[in-house]
């Protein structure tokens, strides 16, 4: 699941010091991570934005029909 490193980032974010987030690097083509970036060894967080700030890439998404 390409959003556990996401969760895990503003859950440090919000308890304090937390000195790594262990986590695959994240890659989805439907996904938009772009508020997302490292500068100087730092994870910065989009600020006000919905949704973890992690927003749908329409053009890459398409809705799928699921059988139960």
Do not use: C, Q
Request: aromatic share 8%.
């Amino acid at each position: 699941d390409p959003l556990k490193v996401i969760y895990a980032a503003h859950l440090a974010a919000g308890t304090g010091h937390v000195p790594v987030i262990e986590g695959v690097p994240i890659a989805a083509s439907s996904l938009d991570f772009s508020l997302y970036r490292f500068e100087e060894g730092m994870l910065h967080l989009p600020e006000n934005e919905p949704g973890f700030g992690v927003g749908l890439n329409a053009v890459r998404s398409k809705p799928r029909r699921y059988r139960s």
